[in-house]
């Protein structure tokens, strides 16, 4: 699950599912709810189908190995505003066994590069306008990174900023973004809604990382 930041055209590669009801009930628990943000946000939403596309994302022909790694829990809750102009996402995923949640983490490492971040938008004609590490999230994870990606959307003057973290702790794998538009010819616009994206990452993700921590 830690590949997918921008799709690509490629062959495809994905997990052998086996999931339980046990599975998809331990890191259901996992995901963000409604009642995690404040209502000054105004979000609606809750649990969605979890997003299993094959992944296709490739750098320079390299495409991480994923048909031998089994999940047994999958589940992903989304929310959005009223105008659809911010959205919140987090999907959690767990693994037969902690070896496979590593093997996948480290088969991906190499995808989160800019420069193979800018090669897959290429690929997928997107325009990525940025790319930038933010950092390590504050936990005791095996695995965490933060990024940030502007690309630009078919509308003028709007772009669109994401920021990414992926987690791996234990054989649980953890995706939390969040997506909104910013204003490019407006510079004080701009800035607003990066620090709002930032402020409401922050906290999906340090709800995401307690629950994590719970088990």
């Known amino acids: 699950m830690l590949a997918l930041l921008v799709c690509a055209a490629a062959y495809a590669e994905n997990y052998t599912f086996k999931r339980t009801k046990a599975g998809d009930a331990t890191v259901g628990a996992m995901t963000l709810r409604k009642t995690d943000f404040p209502a000054s946000f105004g979000l609606t939403g809750g649990r969605v189908k979890p997003d299993e596309t094959p992944n296709n994302d490739t750098c320079n022909g390299y495409l991480p190995k994923e048909h031998d790694l089994v999940i047994t829990g999958d589940a992903e809750s989304r929310f959005h505003d009223s105008a659809r102009s911010v959205i919140v996402d987090s999907q959690v995923s767990m693994f037969q066994s902690t070896a496979m949640a590593t093997t996948d983490v480290q088969r991906s490492k190499r995808m989160l590069a800019a420069a193979c971040q800018a090669q897959a938008a290429k690929q997928e004609h997107v325009e990525l306008v940025s790319f930038s590490v933010l950092g390590r999230p504050k936990c005791s994870c095996d695995f965490g990174v933060s990024v940030m990606l502007e690309t630009k959307t078919a509308q003028a003057n709007l772009d669109d900023l994401t920021i990414v973290t992926a987690i791996q702790k234990g054989r649980f794998e953890a995706v939390v973004f969040t997506d909104a538009g910013k204003l490019t010819n407006n510079p004080q ?27």
């Open 189 to 215: 616009s701009a800035a607003a809604a990066t620090r709002a994206a930032l402020a409401l990452q922050g906290l999906a993700v340090k709800t995401v990382l307690t629950r994590l921590h719970a088990l």
